[in-house]
């Protein structure tokens, strides 16, 4: 350890930085390993063994695609909402075009959801 043997300072050759990022604040992370034990620690102090990094970092993933699949939801319905105003404003190749939005959307998002529907039961014992 460098720096006084303060924990919070460590030798070149103790500590690598990564491409990755902390799965709970996004901060870039070094690997780091000290008297055979290897983790990974973000600047803020997070700190993941190989394993539960992995864990922390699947479960990330899988909240942020679920929040896709809202997020697709929600597009959905607001073009069906600007189709119908579309038509009550005699626009119909307007509305035509938000409807065809809509759908996509609502046919994206619900082949995600089917997705992570899978990926959760695949993963039951």
Same mark, same amino acid.
């Given at each position: 350890?460098?720096?006084?043997?303060?924990?919070? *300072?460590?030798?070149?050759?103790?500590? /690598?930085?990564?491409?990755?990022?902390?799965?709970?604040?996004?901060?870039?992370?070094?690997?780091?390993?000290?008297?055979? *034990?290897?983790?990974? =620690?973000?600047?803020?102090?997070?700190?993941?063994?190989? =394993?539960?990094?992995?864990?922390?970092?699947? $479960?990330?993933?899988?909240?942020?695609?679920?929040? $896709?699949?809202?997020?697709?939801?929600?597009?959905?319905?607001?073009?069906?909402?600007?189709?119908? /105003?579309?038509?009550?404003?005699?626009?119909?190749?307007?509305?035509?075009?938000?409807? =065809?939005?809509?759908?996509?959307?609502?046919?994206?998002?619900?082949?995600?959801?089917?997705?992570?529907?899978?990926?959760?039961?695949?993963?039951?014992?």
């Amino acid at each position: 350890m460098a720096d006084g043997d303060d924990p919070a *300072f460590l030798a070149p050759d103790e500590v /690598r930085l990564t491409r990755m990022s902390c799965p709970e604040c996004n901060g870039g992370l070094a690997e780091v390993e000290l008297s055979g *034990f290897r983790y990974y =620690r973000c600047h803020v102090g997070h700190q993941y063994s190989p =394993r539960s990094l992995e864990a922390e970092q699947r $479960a990330a993933v899988e909240a942020k695609l679920w929040s $896709a699949a809202a997020a697709l939801e929600e597009h959905a319905a607001m073009a069906r909402h600007l189709s119908r /105003r579309s038509d009550e404003e005699v626009d119909q190749g307007l509305a035509a075009d938000y409807e =065809r939005v809509a759908a996509q959307s609502s046919t994206a998002a619900k082949l995600l959801v089917e997705e992570l529907h899978q990926r959760r039961d695949a993963d039951r014992p």
